[in-house]
């Protein structure tokens, strides 16, 4: 678990979290960018997720990827070959991506790349259920992934995640004839903790309800 007050200096690091994050978004917002931050437990998807959605847009939007990741480059080298700007960042022991991480990826963009150029960041967040709901890192969306294989209570049991995302993804629906879920009762959990949210289910093997996310995704371009 992330620590949120630095006793020994006395500040609230969220606060100072969510000042780096007006911050990056005053960057994507002069360049014209939108910005999502993309979030999960491990393994719900993010990457293959990413990996279909550069496949689909490459030839419509101008698509940069900043990656989080505890310790290696794995899956900013899985995007990399969808040639788009892919920037690493390692977050060592953090378990999410913070706003002064993703502004050191901002500064990559500027630096090696020509942002005014780019429509859209999606930022793969580390996997994790909890913590990076609570750092936003400049984003004008959240989008949060739940697998089917995780259970239907966990909206109800780690809710921060859900009561913040614009979108929530159930994910490898395929899988579910195989499995106990019950995903009317997922969709009420989550509909509990956020009523507005938009639901989409999708499988990133079949492509079922990929259409959906693609359409979704361009409605939030500036
Ligand atoms: N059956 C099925 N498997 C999927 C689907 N999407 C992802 N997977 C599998 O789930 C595993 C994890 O997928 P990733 O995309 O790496 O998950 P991730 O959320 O990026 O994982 P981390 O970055 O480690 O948090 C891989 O073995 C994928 O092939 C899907 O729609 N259906
Ligand atoms: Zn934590
Ligand atoms: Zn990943």
Known sequence: MHQ???????????HVNQDGANHNRQHFDN???????IMSSPGAGKTVLLEKTLAALQDKLQIAVIEGDM????DADRLRQYNVPVIAINTGRSCHLDSKMVAGGIHIL?????????????????????CPAEFEVGEHGKVALLSVTEGEDKP???PVMFREANCLLITKIDLAPHLDIDIDRLI?????????????????KTGEGLEQWLNWIEKQIK
């Not at 360049?31 to 931050?37: D, R």
């Not at 500027?110 to 909890?130: A, F, K, M, S, T």
């Open 4 to 14: 949120t007050f630095d006793a020994a200096l006395e500040i609230n690091l969220l």
């Open 110 to 130: 500027e630096q090696q790349y020509n942002p005014q150029n780019i429509d859209l960041v999606l930022v793969e967040n580390v996997g994790n259920l909890v």
């Open 156 to 158: 109800l049991k780690y």
């Open 31 to 37: 360049w014209g960018i939108t910005c999502l931050n």
């Open 188 to 204: 009420d959990n989550v509909r509990q903790i956020n009523p507005k949210v938009t639901i989409i289910s999708l499988s990133a």
């Open 71 to 74: 310790t290696t480059e794995l």
